[in-house]
Each structure stands twice: as structure tokens, then as C-alpha cells.
């Protein structure tokens, strides 16, 4: 089955505890991108990737990280939590060109006190 | 830049009635425009999407999308809605430039009333 897989589903962390959400795919898409969804605000892009390699800022980089060194995976990083980061986040990937649309992670509700 | 505004936040409607819920976007370069829906306690999934052709867009689970480039709108209708289809609506658009980056609306709670 074509999936974007996220873990952990629900996680709850202390301030300033270093963590990693992770994210694989299997529908060997180029593109790959990182969004934080609260309320009222939609769904904003925290980072993207075009391929291997290669990644840049979204619109809420800062407190995040990312790397991509293999196509099918895309971890999250938090090197330093704190709870403004609290949110629910996704995961999402497709094919290249702008017109496709994205599948989608199942969602990791992070809370940070 | 591009922008996307969603009219309305929460459309309450009784079931089997009609519905329409409003997507506004502004763009300066053409645009490719996407509706998705958030069922409870999962990611988003792809309803339909405008890229080029024929304003009148058909996607999945009976919806359907008209674009209207002078008004630059890409509302999503259903002529009648079931219980199934409460759940959460995103317009999103992308640039059909090349900028990998889509923009989503904030969100329409369609609640289908019984």
C-alpha cells in the first residue's frame, strides 16, 4: 500500500529533550516537506526537500531540523523542545512537479511542557 | 507570493442538504489549486485538484470544485452531504513555477447534522 508512515503517533517531552520524529515513504516521490497544523492557522511548511540531499527553510523553520540522505526517508528534529513547538505535525510527500497533489502522514500530536 | 483565504471556519448543515464552502486565493503567476479533507485523528487526504482545462473540477466522494479566474475563487460544492462527510476542508495552491511550495488555507469544519 502507497504510504507516508510517521512514528511516533503521540509523544509528550520535557523541555529541551532532544527528539526525532521520524518519516518514510515508499512511493519513491522526489519531493518531501514538513507542516505543523494548529489551530487557526492551517497548515503552515516547516521544511522541504527536493531530493536527496537537498532541503531548504519553510515558512516556520526556526527550532527545526531536517536531513535526507536517503529518498524514502525525512526525520524531524527538535534539537532543543520547547512548548511553543507544541502542535500537531505532518509529514507529507509527492511527485515533483507542482500539480501533484500530496499523500500524507497519519499526524504526530507533540506536546512539550 | 501566492495566499489562500477560506471564508468561512466552521459550516454547520443539515444532512442531505447542498454545500458549498468558499476558497479564495491571490496569486500574481498562474496557480495550481487543491481541495483537501482532515478526517478526525488523520492526515489529509486529496479531494480534487485545478490544474489547467475545464473550470468544473469532479473529485472524490461526490465533491466538486468550480474555478473562476476573475474571481479568483475555487469553491468546493456537494449537492447533498452525508454524517460521513464531517470533517475538515483545506484549499491549498502552488505556483506552477516551479517553487515546490503549496500554501494552505486555514481550514473549513464542515459539520453534517442529522
Known amino acids: 500500500e502507497a504510504q507516508v508512515t510517521q512514528n511516533p503517533r503521540y509523544l509528550i517531552t520535557v523541555t529541551g529533550k532532544k527528539l526525532t520524529v521520524t518519516c518514510s515513504q515508499n512511493?519513491?516521490?522526489?519531493?518531501m516537506s514538513w507542516y505543523r497544523q494548529d489551530p487557526g492557522l492551517g497548515l503552515r511548511q516547516i521544511y522541504y526537500?527536493?531530493?536527496?540531499?537537498?532541503?531548504d527553510k519553510g515558512d516556520v523553520p526556526e527550532g527545526y531540523k531536517v536531513s535526507r540522505k536517503e529518498k524514502r526517508n525525512f526525520p524531524l528534529i527538535l534539537e532543543s523542545p520547547s512548548p511553543n513547538q507544541t502542535s500537531l505535525y505532518f509529514c507529507?510527500?509527492?511527485?515533483?512537479?507542482?500539480?501533484?497533489?500530496?499523500?500524507f502522514g497519519s499526524g504526530t500530536r507533540l506536546t512539550v511542557v | 507570493a501566492q495566499s489562500v483565504t477560506q471564508l468561512d471556519s466552521q459550516v454547520p448543515v443539515f444532512e442531505e442538504a447542498p454545500v458549498e464552502l468558499r476558497c479564495n486565493y491571490s496569486s500574481s503567476v498562474s496557480v495550481y489549486l487543491f481541495w483537501y479533507v482532515q478526517y478526525p485523528n488523520q492526515g489529509l487526504q486529496l479531494l480534487l485538484k485545478?490544474?489547467?482545462?475545464?473550470?468544473l473540477v469532479k473529485g472524490i466522494n461526490g465533491f466538486e470544485a468550480e474555478f473562476n479566474k476573475s474571481q479568483t475563487s475555487f469553491h468546493l460544492r456537494k449537492p447533498s452531504v452525508h454524517i460521513s462527510d464531517t470533517a475538515e476542508y483545506f484549499c491549498a495552491v502552488s505556483a506552477n513555477t516551479g517553487g515546490f511550495k503549496t500554501i494552505f488555507g486555514a481550514g473549513t469544519r464542515l459539520f453534517v447534522k442529522a
Open positions: 485545478y490544474l489547467s482545462g475545464s473550470t
Open positions: 526537500s527536493m531530493n536527496v540531499e537537498v532541503t
Open positions: 512511493m519513491n516521490h522526489e519531493y
Open positions: 507529507a510527500s509527492r511527485f515533483g512537479g507542482d500539480g501533484y497533489g500530496y499523500t
